[in-house]
């Protein structure tokens, strides 16, 4: 059974820092493309980060030079670590695996952030 679980959200106040984690079970997680995702009230799902399976990474426009990706594949799990956070970063965050030959795509729950003095 395949199982990504996010960790790490919280409350923060602006221009703090947060680490989130997506920990997971059930797959070869070194062959996955990892991504975070997030979701804002009322607002359509976006792309934060991605990584690659050969460690290759890309970011949204909105979370650049403010927010790293990682991925630890000895123990199966990928982070996002945001610093500078906004108000406007408030958001469910959920880590996406993903491999297109098979074409496999797996959901964690999300961890929600929220970015408020």
């Known amino acids: 059974q395949v199982q990504l679980a996010e960790s790490g959200g919280g409350l923060v106040q602006p221009g703090g820092s947060l680490r989130l984690s997506c920990a997971a079970s059930g797959i070869i997680f070194s062959r996955y493309n990892m991504h975070w995702f997030r979701q804002a009230p009322g607002k359509e799902r976006e792309l934060v980060a991605t990584i690659s399976s050969s460690g290759i990474t890309a970011y949204g426009d909105s979370v650049k030079g403010r927010f790293t990706i990682s991925r630890d594949n000895d123990k199966n799990t990928v982070y996002l670590q945001m610093s500078s956070l906004e108000p406007e970063d408030t958001a469910v965050y959920s880590c996406?695996?993903?491999?297109?030959?098979?074409?496999?795509?797996?959901w964690g729950k999300g961890t929600l952030v929220t970015v408020s003095s």
């Open positions: 996406n695996a993903a491999i297109t030959t098979p074409y496999l795509n797996y």
